[in-house]
């Protein structure tokens, strides 16, 4: 069966202080509970989901190392580079994790399957299976124990046997969410059974992830998603709000201080470029609106 490789040291290091902690500190302890929780909640809440790669016209792979590289140089990714890169973490820190072939539910009429079109990871501590996912953007910001039951703020969500997927799990996201639930089974997959559907996503021009660049994190208050021009923030406590940003010195500000996608290796000229198709799109949606 198919393990995510370890990272070199410098890269380990590298990464740990990406998600604000102390890389000594973390690669002393054995694996456990708590330092489970703490890694997760970091990289959810620092390493953003994120389709700005796709609308710069960059091509990714499925390998983990290679996107722990991006996450490294400042960057983030949607599913399969988010828990691609964090399985590899784990696997250097010492945890036996598993890659799962699952499927995101968008909309409620949409079939629910092990499609393909996420990634999923769990691992084993002490007996007890987990849930991990840092590649839903607006998931969980925890790790969840394989135990059917809500669970999360105000018990939101909830998990329990996938009526779609044979001996598998179903995440039935909290009411109100983006996408509807992801269904994933036990059975392992690697790289290689997810890379045709990781392309048909980042480069299909039917693809949402090509249609419309978005950001996408969540932190203990709460959610928020960058969708084209349009900004979105849904606190555990409190009504959600809905804006358009102002523009693109806006953007970039809320990129770098608020997402943790400074971009800096990114030429001016072409971020720009992202922005004009934004604003593009968004005036195409206003005026389909209108009509």
């Given amino acids: 069966m198919w393990r995510p490789p370890a990272l070199d040291d410098e890269v380990a290091t590298a990464y740990l202080r990406r998600l604000g902690l ?10 456990s509970v708590a330092q489970l929780h703490r890694l997760h909640a970091a990289h959810v809440e620092r390493v ?7 609308a710069l016209g960059e091509r990714r792979g499925m390998d983990p190392v290679e996107a ?30 598993t890659w799962h072939r699952a499927g995101v539910q968008g909309q409620p009429g949409d079939p629910a399957g092990d499609s393909g079109n996420h990634l999923a990871l769990t691992t084993v501590l002490d007996g007890q299976g987990w849930w991990l996912d840092t590649g839903l953007g607006h998931g969980p910001l925890d790790p969840v124990p394989l135990v059917a039951g809500a669970f999360g703020p105000d ?34 997959t690697g790289p290689t059974d997810l890379l045709d559907k990781h392309i048909e996503i980042s480069t299909s021009p039917t693809s949402g992830m090509v249609r419309v660049v ?3 994190h969540r932190t203990p208050a709460g959610v928020r998603i960058i969708r084209g021009r349009m900004l979105s923030e849904r606190p555990v406590a409190g009504p959600a709000t809905v804006r358009q940003l102002s523009g693109y010195a806006e953007w970039r500000a809320l990129l770098r201080e608020v997402f943790h996608l400074p971009l800096d290796d990114v030429p001016e000229e072409r971020l720009r470029a992202v922005w004009q198709r934004i604003e593009a799109d968004h005036a195409a949606w206003e005026r389909d609106r209108q009509a």
Avoid: K
């Fill in 68 to 97: 722990a590289g991006h996450l490294v140089a400042g960057r983030g990714g949607y599913c399969y580079q988010l828990n691609g890169a964090f399985s590899a973490l784990l696997t250097t820190l010492g945890y036996p994790v």
């Fill in 48 to 54: 953003p989901y994120e389709t700005v790669w796709i």
């Fill in 155 to 188: 018990d939101r969500f909830r998990l329990r046997p996938s009526d779609s997927v044979p001996g598998g799990w179903r995440f039935d996201h909290e009411p109100g969410g983006a996408f509807v639930g992801m269904d994933f089974p036990t059975t392992a």
């Fill in 22 to 31: 102390d890389p000594a500190a973390e690669r002393a302890e054995r694996p």
């Fill in 214 to 216: 978005t950001v996408q």
